[in-house]
């Protein structure tokens, strides 16, 4: 079912620019204009706390908020929720790496998302790179992939179907096979 005519009690478009904010030009170079960087919104930053929590829990480095991915995350998630319920995205042409979480009857904090994707990593074997049996670990190697600089995320909520969606794009993408996330 479609949830187009309700208002989503929780939905986060998130994104930022570093072009608001400029300063005036410098005493020393007239021509020169320094800009301060505009805040993240909280929900931004606790993507990004939860995901860099998990990273440098094993040592890789941490994200930063992309400008772009949250865009695109939000269109997503808005398509979902106005079009199809807030069921799973297929992300399988994605030129980024993504991760999603769907929930019935309750709201997801960011932070529950990012712990829930987490949570796989009782079941990853890092010394051989594999999944223990009957397992995914997709998501969590996506987390914590050594290679992925950037994160957006978005979250919708359709209310008559009391379900949530939340999807996170991690570029460059991770889960390449053969290769070790960190």
């Given amino acids: 079912m479609a949830c187009s005519s309700l208002l989503p009690l929780l939905f986060l478009a998130l994104c930022h620019s570093s072009t608001h904010g400029a300063a005036p030009a410098s005493d020393h170079n007239p021509t020169q204009v320094t800009t301060a960087p505009v805040p993240l919104p909280n929900v931004a930053k ?5 995901h860099n929590q998990a990273r440098a829990a094993v040592g890789v480095g941490p994200l930063k908020w992309s400008e772009m991915l949250p865009n695109a995350t939000s269109r997503l998630v808005r398509y979902q929720r106005n079009k ?3 069921q799973f995205a297929n992300l ?20 529950m998302a990012v712990d829930h994707w987490v949570q796989e990593k009782n079941y990853y074997n890092h010394t051989n790179n594999s999944c223990a049996p009957s397992h995914r670990c997709g998501v969590y190697t996506q987390v914590v992939w050594r290679k992925s600089l950037e994160l957006g995320c978005a979250q ?10 939340t999807i996170c794009f991690y570029n460059p993408p991770g889960n390449i096979i053969g290769e070790s996330p960190y």
Avoid at 46 to 50: A, G, M, R
Avoid at 98 to 106: D, E, H, I, R, T
């Fill in 84 to 86: 199809m319920g807030c």
């Fill in 92 to 111: 399988s042409n994605s030129k980024y790496g993504a991760n999603q979480l769907w929930a019935s009857g309750m709201a997801v904090t960011p932070l």
């Fill in 156 to 165: 919708a909520t359709c209310v008559k179907d009391q379900a949530s969606l």
């Fill in 46 to 50: 606790e993507f990004l706390q939860s």
